[in-house]
């Protein structure tokens, strides 16, 4: 690995913060961690853009909060996904595909 940061294309955060939640509730550090860690280090989403797409997701109701503790017993806010974002991590995991896809299609006979 060169350490070189991996930018994300834009609207991937919220596919990756949704696919992380569906497993199970999680804060917001172990979001972070969580994605790191599936990416093989890949991936670092940074807290300033984390936050903002936790916030927004909320909003659109493709999540909820609530607080309780962390693992070292510190209070933290646990996001979950709800039926509303079950459905859109659905929708956009499919697009997802497609673009990769037809990506990959250009690359390989360009």
Do not use: C
Not at 4 to 33: F, M, Y
Not at 49 to 75: D, F, Q, T, V
Request: proline share 3%; no cysteine; hydrophobic share 35%.
């Amino acid at each position: 690995m060169t350490g070189k940061r991996i930018d994300l294309p834009q609207g991937t955060l919220d596919l990756l913060i949704l696919r992380t939640v569906a497993l199970e509730p999680q804060h917001g550090w172990a979001i972070s961690e969580r994605i790191h860690q599936i990416s093989s280090k890949v991936l670092q989403v940074q807290q300033g853009s984390l936050y903002p797409a936790l916030h927004r997701l909320e909003r659109r109701g493709w999540i909820k909060s609530r607080w309780g503790a962390s693992e070292n017993n510190r209070r933290a806010k646990y996001y979950e996904l709800t039926f509303s974002g079950r459905k859109q991590l659905e929708a956009e995991k499919t697009e997802w595909e497609k673009l990769t896809a037809a990506v990959a299609q250009v690359l390989e006979s360009a």
